[in-house]
């Protein structure tokens, strides 16, 4: 199983990034793709997750109403729009995937059972 992130960079305060989360290997139709952020000394946190199938969405409360995710056009692509971006989201941008987004479950990092090897998004003040 692959996961291949991009579309991290540089932003300024209030500004806009699109991540993109390309999985491929998986023999099953149906899982939970989730982002994932970890700041320099920081552990790593669960931003958010969709279902591949049903697409509920689940998000961390501080980037509630800036940040979307969903399916991409092409199959087993997803995507994470941030927008009106902090500094405080500066961090290493990880996709992951689970057998599903558990509503009590899909932020914690051991769920996940295959990671993308991240990139990197920085917020300018």
């Known amino acids: 199983v692959q996961l291949v992130e991009s579309g991290g960079g540089l932003a300024q305060f209030g500004g806009s990034l699109r991540l993109s989360c390309v999985v491929s290997?998986?023999?099953?139709?149906?899982?939970?793709i989730g982002w994932f952020r970890q700041a320099p000394g920081k552990e790593r946190e669960g931003v958010s997750c969709i279902g591949s199938s049903d697409g509920v969405t689940y998000y961390v409360d501080p980037v509630k109403g800036r940040f979307t995710i969903s399916r991409g056009d092409a199959k087993n692509t997803f995507t994470l729009q941030m927008n009106s971006l902090k500094p405080e989201d500066t961090a290493q941008y990880y996709c992951a995937v689970a057998a599903f987004c558990g509503v009590s479950s899909w932020s914690r990092p051991a769920n996940m059972h295959h990671w993308g090897k991240g990139i990197l998004v920085t917020v300018s003040s």
């Open positions: 290997g998986l023999r099953f139709d149906d899982y939970g």
